[in-house]
Nanobody, 114 residues
Framework: QVHLVESGGGLVQPGGSLRLSCTAS????????MGWYRQAPGKQRELVAD???????NYADSVKGRFTISRDNAKNTVYLQMNSLKPEDTAVYYC????????WGQGTQVTVSS
């Protein structure tokens, strides 16, 4: 059984920063990739950023230059550093783990508002 625990969401003013963390535990033989997706009310879930086991990264155009994804392989943890946050970044952020199957975290709310 694989379990994902996310943390770091919250309320922040526009221009502020947050750091999300997601740690995987359980039977994890080989991680192919980890990533972050988000879903705003009334919208489809969308990719924010992902990172492969080799360290290659991919970002949505809307977050390039503001968000940074990173991994700690020893801790099976992926991070999302979010800077210069905008109201349109408000969403539930989900961690995604790719093994032989895909696993999702429970989601963490990020609200950007003054």
């Amino acid at each position: 059984q694989v379990h994902l625990v996310e943390s770091g969401g919250g309320l922040v003013q526009p221009g502020g920063s947050l750091r999300l963390s997601c740690t995987a535990s359980g039977r994890i033989p080989s991680i192919r990739a980890m990533g972050w997706y988000r879903q705003a009310p009334g919208k489809q879930r969308e990719l924010v950023a992902d990172i492969t086991s080799g360290g290659s990264t991919n970002y949505a155009d809307s977050v390039k230059g503001r968000f940074t994804i990173s991994r700690d392989n020893a801790k099976n943890t992926v991070y999302l550093q979010m800077n210069s946050l905008k109201p349109e970044d408000t969403a539930v952020y989900y961690c995604k783990l790719v093994l032989a199957y895909i696993y999702w975290g429970q989601g963490t709310q990020v609200t950007v508002s003054s």
